[in-house]
């Protein structure tokens, strides 16, 4: 069974900085994609970043210059730095592991205000 367990997720006032962590545990090879989503306060969950098994990645317009994603192949773990937070990027960030279908984590809540 694959499990998704997230960190890094906290309060942080504009212009900072946060670090998210998701590990992926079991059986698991042959990742296709990881990725965050984020759902702000009332409104559908959006995707963040992605990167693929090749290293390639793809940002939301809004995100791009400010968060940047990375992965730990050997540790299945990918990670999501985020600099100069805005309060809009409040909200619940969710990880994803693509692997015999879309694997989710339990998401970690960012509060970004002053």
């Known amino acids: 069974q694959v499990q998704l367990v997230e960190s890094g997720g906290g309060l942080v006032q504009p212009g900072g900085s946060l670090r998210l962590s998701c590990a992926a545990s079991g059986s698991i090879f042959s990742i296709a994609a990881m990725g965050w989503y984020h759902q702000a306060p009332g409104k559908q969950r959006e995707l963040v970043a992605v990167?693929?098994?090749?290293?390639?990645?793809n940002y939301a317009d809004s995100v791009k210059g400010r968060f940047t994603i990375s992965r730990d192949g050997a540790k299945n773990t990918v990670y999501l730095q985020m600099n100069s937070l805005k309060p809009e990027d409040t909200g619940v960030y969710y990880c994803?592991?693509?692997?015999?279908?879309?694997?989710w984590g339990q998401g970690t809540q960012v509060t970004v205000s002053s």
């Open positions: 990167i693929l098994s090749g290293g390639s990645t």
């Open positions: 994803f592991v693509d692997f015999r279908g879309r694997r």
